[in-house]
């Protein structure tokens, strides 16, 4: 039972911490009144799509862990790319570095190509499931630089 409770609980860890962020950053969130692309979407859409992100990167540890595939490489890599991943909306929203959001942005993009690596060879589809997040995130790229080359 206490196995159970602790997957459980790392299952809903990235969409507990994401949620955390999501209350701190929400006075500062002015999505709407910021210099948007044409591909930008609705800020309705956000919580969504995090919520499924957050939702597949805990199912993708917790197929690790049910399977004893998590070594001391398996956790850094898991937990490095959620801190820099939480971290990205503060700089974003909080302190409004949009250049350097961009450039924090590639090192969580660099972050979870190493996680995927990293995942792989132990759980094909630990990794798999990681894909949805790389190609948001690199939409997310493509927004944070419009936004800065508009601004």
């Known amino acids: ?8 609980a790392k299952l809903f860890l990235p969409l507990l911490l994401g949620g955390i962020v999501g209350f701190i950053i929400a006075p500062f969130m002015q999505y709407n ?10 800020a309705y859409l956000f919580p969504i799509v995090w919520t499924i992100l957050y939702f597949l990167m805990g199912v993708s540890y917790i197929l690790l862990e049910w399977n004893n595939q998590v070594d001391e490489q398996v956790r850094k890599a898991y937990y490095l790319q959620l801190i820099i ?3 990205w909306p503060i700089l974003f929203f909080i302190f409004q570095w949009v250049g350097f959001s961009a450039i924090w942005l590639v090192l969580l993009i ?20 990681q894909i949805p ?14 936004i800065w080359l508009l601004k």
């Open 33 to 42: 009144e910021l210099p948007l692309p044409k591909l930008a979407p609705p």
């Open 1 to 8: 039972m206490k196995n159970k409770l602790i997957l459980g």
């Open 133 to 146: 997040y790389l190609i948001w995130l690199f939409f997310a790229l493509y927004l944070n630089i419009a």
């Open 110 to 129: 660099a972050s979870v190509i190493y996680m995927i690596q990293i995942f792989y060879p132990k759980q094909k589809l630990s990794a798999i499931l």
């Open 85 to 87: 991943n939480l971290i």
